[in-house]
């Protein structure tokens, strides 16, 4: 799905014709997500949400906004910030108007994009299914979510272990914390217990031998 013509459909669907400009776009995006900082915010984050994402997109009001907003949620992507998203968000909607997109298209992806930050319970079907997906990897066999869980460890490590332990298994716990993980039906029935049991397994992991030393 990361592909050129995927790329070029979503945008069609939005009014928004084939373009050199378009296809540079593409480029800059996935390049992007190639920074070699990134281990897990990759373009194999964003391969992963595009296969999760087929199962529900015909529950999307506006699929194509899902699709672009989907390319850009993790397009700008630091740790040392705290605010990856809003600049995302920003570069989509700015990127959607130059183009030609409605402005109320390009208002809708930033919306979608904010909700990457998992700050508040998304609104709206677009946004759920969106969110959804991109917590999917919670939901990952145990394997897969392991190793997310190194990636993740390896693009904060410049943060001491210490507070790497403290801080993600305090943000891992507020996820369980939660009523539901996921929004849609379809998400909860197939991932709900599963990622429960990994982010269970891994808060263990965080606070067991090594928790307090670094």
Known sequence: MTEIGPWIEAWHRLGVGESPALRR???????RYAEPHRHYHTAQHLAECFEKVRDIIALAEHPAEVHVGLWFHDAIYDTRRHDNEERSAAWACSAARELGAASDSAQRI?????????????????????VDVDLSIL???RARFDEYEAQVRREYEWVPEATFRSTRARI????????????????RERYEDQARRNLRH???????PGAAGG
């Not at 716990?173 to 379809?186: G, I, N, S, V």
């Open 139 to 141: 939901g990952a066999p």
């Open 172 to 187: 891992l716990k507020e996820f369980l914390d939660r009523p539901h993980l996921y929004c849609t039906a379809h998400f």
């Open 110 to 130: 930033y919306d979608l994009i904010m909700f990457t930050c998992h700050a508040a319970e998304p609104i709206g079907i677009d946004a759920q299914v969106l």
């Open 25 to 31: 776009l593409r480029d800059d995006v996935l390049s």
């Open 202 to 208: 891994s808060v263990e992991s965080l606070e067991g």
